[in-house]
Nanobody
C-alpha cells in the first residue's frame, strides 16, 4: 500500500497559478502511473493529468497548455503546476498512484478559483 499526502491547494483569482504536491510513502517500488484527478460539486471525478513510470504524460483537453504534471523520483513526489486558472477549474483535486495489485488515493485538496 502507498500513503499519499497532498498539499498546495487554496483560493486564487482567475488567471493565477497554483502548484499542487503529492508525496508518497510505503510500497512505491511497483508504481507504474501517477495522476491528478478532480471532482467539482455535482460532477463525476475526472482525470486531469497522468504521468507514467516511463515519463509519458497525458492531459485532459480542458487543461492542455495550462497545467503541467511532473515528478521528483528522489522525493517520491508528483506535482501539478496550474497556470491561467479559470473558475471552472474549481474542484477538489486528488492524486492517485497506480501500482501492481491496486491503486491508492490522496485525501484531496481544495482548489477554488474566484475573484
Amino acid at each position: 500500500q502507498v500513503q499519499l499526502v497532498e498539499s498546495g491547494g487554496g483560493l486564487v483569482q482567475p488567471g493565477g497559478s497554483l502548484r499542487l504536491s503529492c508525496a508518497a510513502s510505503g510500497s512505491i517500488f511497483s508504481i507504474y502511473a501517477m495522476g491528478w484527478y478532480r471532482q467539482a460539486p455535482g460532477k463525476q471525478r475526472e482525470l486531469v493529468a497522468l504521468i507514467t513510470s516511463g515519463g509519458s504524460t497525458n492531459y485532459a483537453d480542458s487543461v492542455k497548455g495550462r497545467f503541467t504534471i511532473s515528478r521528483d523520483n528522489a522525493k517520491s513526489t508528483i506535482y501539478l503546476q496550474m497556470n491561467s486558472l479559470k473558475p471552472e477549474d474549481t474542484a477538489v483535486y486528488y492524486c492517485k498512484f497506480s501500482r501492481i495489485g491496486g491503486s491508492d488515493w490522496g485525501q484531496g485538496t481544495q482548489v477554488t478559483v474566484s475573484s
